[in-house]
């Protein structure tokens, strides 16, 4: 699944994809997707929005009212303001565990130590998990940190890999990403 990271770019240059038959589209900020959005998705049907980026417990209602899927769900207070909002909203998006794959300080993610309690959380709070996302650590080859994601999804029965961006999908593919998020290499460099 072909996810267009369309993040920072105006709905003009939205458009041409939509066009040409691309409705997957990933965000990753809550407040620029609601701003680009609702006008797109009333123009064109069947449109499927993927939030990618960090979730403010805060802003987790909005995220569930606005996405179809969630990638980025990497918490126990996270897991447990998503499963607050579905239950007000009435709408249960599909969601991808984010993990810390390289078990780096200061990445976003869940480390790989505490994602079984997590899964655990988000399936005891009514979470629709589809799998699990990572960013692999920068300027390293990235294939063993797939082939990890892939291992630890498989081993918690779950059939969803988000990973994979311009710089990596190939590799990304070939280690088994069912989703890959790619912006640059579809839109050019962000402003
Ligand atoms: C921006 C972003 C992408 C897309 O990155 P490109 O290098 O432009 O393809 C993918 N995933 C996440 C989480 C992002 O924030």
Redesign the pocket.
Known sequence: MLIA?S?THPAEAIQPLIHAGQRHF?E?RVQEAQGKWPALKDAQEGIILHL??QLQSNKAEEAVALFDFIHSVDRPSLVAALGNAQAKLGKIPGCFIQVNIGDEPQKGGCPTADLPSLIDQARAAGLRIEGLMC?PPADVEPAPYFALLAKLARGHGLAGLSMG???DFETAIMTGATHV?????LFGERG
Do not use: D, W
Request: proline share 0%; net charge positive.
């Open positions: 990271v993040k990933g990753n990618i980026g960013i961006m311009s710089a998020r790619v912006g640059t290499a």
